[in-house]
């Protein structure tokens, strides 16, 4: 089992991303809380701290993750990028640099193709450009069967780090 309070001590940068994601201590990711249902159902596939930082996942969609037309609903999708986005700052972060992974200032996602119950997609995020202050990152989910993109996403957060002490 791999400590997210600890993800700074893995060298693999797959097992530091997949640390982040695993928080059995934490009350907030816990069953019947509303990320509880696509967290078990995400996985870090490759991860790359070189700039710029990349991180890839996969991701199976299920009943729970879908509208009532049976596709992954936007709001899931949106989430999924909010968090996938954010885990390449977990390779480049530090004390003092991006620590807390900051908060969304804007996300925006651009719907192609339905994900239909059951398919299963590939997220590959990548961290464009980040600063003292501001981020930007993207996103890009493909349907794994086809390799067809199906939704797009540019995510951009403030850091919210404490100033370093002088």
């Not at 480049?92 to 193709?113: A, C, D, E, K």
């Not at 239909?116 to 890009?140: F, N, S, Y």
Request: hydrophobic share 40%.
């Amino acid at each position: 089992m791999v400590d997210k309070n600890h993800a700074d001590l893995y060298d693999d940068p797959v097992e530091r991303a997949q640390a982040w994601l695993t928080k059995d201590d934490d009350e907030r990711w816990k069953a019947g809380q509303w990320m509880s249902t696509l967290l078990p159902h995400l996985k870090v596939t490759s991860a790359d701290p070189s700039s710029p930082a990349r991180v890839t996942f996969s991701f199976t969609c299920l009943d729970d993750h879908c509208n009532r037309l049976g596709n992954l609903h936007g709001g899931a999708a949106a989430t999924l990028f909010d968090l996938c986005t954010t885990i390449p700052l977990v390779l480049i972060s530090r004390p003092g640099f991006w620590q807390f992974l900051g908060v969304t200032r804007n996300l925006n996602v651009t719907y192609f193709r339905p994900v239909p119950m059951g398919d299963e997609v590939v997220i590959e995020t990548e961290a464009m450009q980040v600063g003292k202050r501001l981020a930007t990152l993207k996103g890009v989910m493909r349907r794994k069967r086809d390799g067809e993109i199906v939704s797009i996403c540019e995510h951009l957060k403030a850091n919210i780090d404490p100033e370093p002490k002088v």
